[in-house]
């Protein structure tokens, strides 16, 4: 199976700040990468697509870069209903598998 | 409006069994590959079981695997998850989610759309 590692399993920032959040893939996926935001006690929702498309209706201050191995997920001015758990998943080979979430905080 | 709404969960015995629903509201379920991912209590998510518009294709996670069966009724806008065998380790919110439409990989795309999650709870 795929391994998906999330770099920091927690980050704490202040409001306006640029975020970034990593995830590393055990091998190739291509841009078969996708970003999810989970909010307590609400299913997760869908940000970025293929490594760098965003989902319709998400803010424009949400992006995603990279491939192969190396992912980038960035937040360019932190606002407070930012505060959540993001995950990063690749869908490149069965079974699709998720990373361990980076839980995002206000400082 | 545009949904998804799951029923089914409880609290089951181990060894017991359980039938997960996903009903679809508002879009044409017949046309997207579904896909059933849970989450454990305070931990991350695990895909479990996919299958393509027709049912015509199926996978599940080896840690499911003969022990759970997804199916669909696209005629009522339904996929299920029929779950024998039940184990402590199953216990999870169970989503569906719908695969984003289009995706060349063999099981399904992106999920842009999630249900609300059902609570599945295996404990004597």
């Known amino acids: 199976d795929i391994q998906m590692t999330q770099l920091s399993s927690s980050l704490s920032a202040s409001v306006g700040d640029r975020v970034t959040i990593t995830c590393q893939a055990s091998?190739?996926?291509?841009?078969?990468l996708n970003w999810y935001q989970q909010k307590p006690g609400r299913a997760p929702e869908l940000l970025i697509y293929?490594?760098?498309n965003l989902e319709t209706g998400v803010p424009s201050r949400f992006s995603g870069s990279g491939s192969g191995t190396d992912f980038t997920f960035t937040i360019i001015s932190l606002q407070p209903e930012d505060i959540a758990t993001y995950y990063c998943?690749?869908?490149?080979?069965?079974?699709?598998?998720f990373g361990q979430g980076t839980k995002l905080e206000i400082k | 409006e545009v949904q998804l709404v799951e029923s089914g969960g409880g609290l089951v015995q181990p060894g017991g069994s359980l039938r997960l629903s996903c009903v679809a509201y508002g879009f044409a379920f017949r046309n997207y590959e579904m896909s059933w991912v849970r989450q454990t209590p305070g931990q991350g998510l695990e895909w479990v079981s996919y299958t393509s518009s027709a049912g015509s294709a199926i996978y599940y996670a080896d840690s499911v695997k003969g022990r759970f069966t997804i199916s669909r009724d696209n005629a009522n806008k339904s996929l299920f998850l029929q779950m024998n065998s039940l184990r402590a380790e199953d216990t999870a919110i169970y989503y569906c989610?719908?695969?984003?439409?289009?995706?060349?990989?063999?099981?399904?795309?992106?999920?842009?759309?999630w249900g609300q999650g059902t609570m599945v709870t295996v404990s004597s």
């Open positions: 293929d490594a760098s």
């Open positions: 998943q690749q869908y490149d080979m069965v079974p699709y598998t």
């Open positions: 989610a719908r695969a984003k439409f289009g995706s060349p990989k063999v099981a399904g795309g992106p999920y842009d759309m």
């Open positions: 091998q190739n996926i291509g841009n078969y």
